[in-house]
């Protein structure tokens, strides 16, 4: 036993010494493999290839694979104690022994048994592909949240890993819409970048057709885009990554406070799982409620069009992206009446708005219970101002736009429909972008309160845009302090530090820089629209709305590439964008004499 440990020990010392290296060289590969992967499956859905071509593919695939089950040989191999690590990874060391018999069957017998069970269960060779990538993309996910949990090493701030994040999905959504399965005539880069951005930062713009340009493919993926882009791919990424043990960094709980804009993280995992349940549970209850509610007079080909269009408009909702597979959107006839679906819409739109920190606060059994069982337990400050302001601009919004569209938009709706489209636009004005209403007529009053809920938006933490509700109300609550004489600012007895009002402040004044200087870009590069129309389009960008008074998709080239900046820069967070790109004071222990200004 002595010498056998003795043996082990030596055996560790050396797989000490080289494992750094080998491991480095290990990742780079990895990442060529994913790649190479991920080429396969994009010359798949976006080529369609014969029966031919998809067993090469097939065979690249699952070559691919081979070298992700090298890759987790050499970890137990490597690891100083492999029996821990298998027991920690059993879930991953099954996939990898389902591709190792899949191999070893393939090279002896000359084909896979997980093909012939695909074939005998009906399945075609295209079939058997898309379940040999559905184990790639576990696979590669599996990989990307533990290679998630070495970003500090890049030496990137999280507010840069947030705007790169985007970047990359941006981009390669760009390249997939691009794709000649993806529309049903061609597609211009500017075109593809545009409506990739669009979606990526649930914005709701087109420039194309999303019900007639793009194929079911095409909107598939455009579904998948404003899905990861209200989520963040980082958030998914680090919750892939919040399995494994070193997930309770202070730098990944750094990366998770920039991503849903708060402070006040507990458990990382716990989050994080939240996160991506409240996130199904809402769209899968709102896809089945919208199967039952569309009405007869849609008239969708199959029960399987009826589900895809219930799912991809739940999952635009909840998101507040506003994208829709209508035409004119919820303005097409068909469902412009149906209140039924509209009212789920709206539901969606506005829980999707008010961060995920305000639902777990809202709707975890622990927060309920402790405020059923102990009287004084209330939300949390940032949840009840959320509320609020949420509440009276709903509210709000639906009386001022009852009020100016009585007789002009709503004039065809009933007393009752009138209502609920008044509250529906107060509702999506915010960030979602849906329209029940022709809003190329409305009236100029409408217009500016649109403009004002556009700038303001959701509120932090959610899968909207804009300057957030919270910083419009710490604002308000400045000003009225300011104006009372009074010299702390405070909300529901609680005294906001400072900190947070010079915040409030920042994010206002970048936000409106930015929008100014993006609307004399509009302006110059788009001489032949009115300043109320690219106004109300910027504003729309950059809020990552998505309500348009109908020339986006006349706008030239240079001003589609501005409004894919604005809603980058919307989406990221104007001061966000500021602070990547600005130095960081080093030392700030020092102070100037006081200076007197006139204000005012």
Known sequence: MGRLRNLRERINIFLFDIRTNFFRVMNVLSIIAGLAGIYFIIHFFGFSPDNVTTADLIFQLHRVLDFFLLQFCFRVFFDFNPKKFLRENIWEGFIMLLILSESIVYFIFGKAWLFQVSLLAGLSVQGYFILVQSIFWVVVLRETGRESMNMRKLHISPGAFLALSFLILILTGTVLLKMPEMTYSTISWVDALFTSASASCVTGLIVQDTATFFTFRGQLI???LFQLGGLNMLTI??????????SGSLYTSSILKDVLDTEHIGSLTGILRKVIFYSL???????????????????FQDSVERIFFSVFHSVSAFNNAGFSLFTNGLFEAPVRFQYGAQLVIMVLIVVGGLGFIVLQD?????????????????????????LTITFWMLVSGAILF???????????????????????????????GF???DTSILTTPTLLFF??????????????????????AVALKAAWANIRGREHVEVYKKTIRWASVNKTYAIIAVALTFLFIFTILLAITNPGFSFRELLFEQISAMGTVGLTLGITGDLSVAGKIILVVSMFVGRIGSLTMVVIFSRRIMSGAYRYPNAKLMIG
């Open 362 to 386: 809202v709707f975890t059994n622990p927060a309920y219970r402790q405020r059923k069982n102990i009287l004084w337990r209330k939300l949390t400050v940032n949840s009840r101002v959320v």
């Open 435 to 437: 329209n029940t209403v």
């Open 222 to 224: 455009i579904m998948l």
């Open 237 to 246: 990424a680090t919750f892939i990554g919040s399995f494994y043990r070193k």
């Open 281 to 299: 549970s809402f769209e899968i209850a709102g896809a089945v409620l919208l199967y039952f509610l569309w009405g007869n007079q849609v008239g």
């Open 451 to 472: 403009m004002l809920f556009m700038f303001v938006g959701a509120s932090p933490g959610s899968t909207g845009g804009g300057i957030k509700t919270t910083t419009f």
């Open 402 to 432: 009852f009020a100016f569209e009585y007789n002009n938009t709503l004039k065809d709706h009933s007393l009752a429909g009138k209502i609920v489209a008044s509250f529906f636009q107060s509702a999506t004005t915010r960030t979602a």
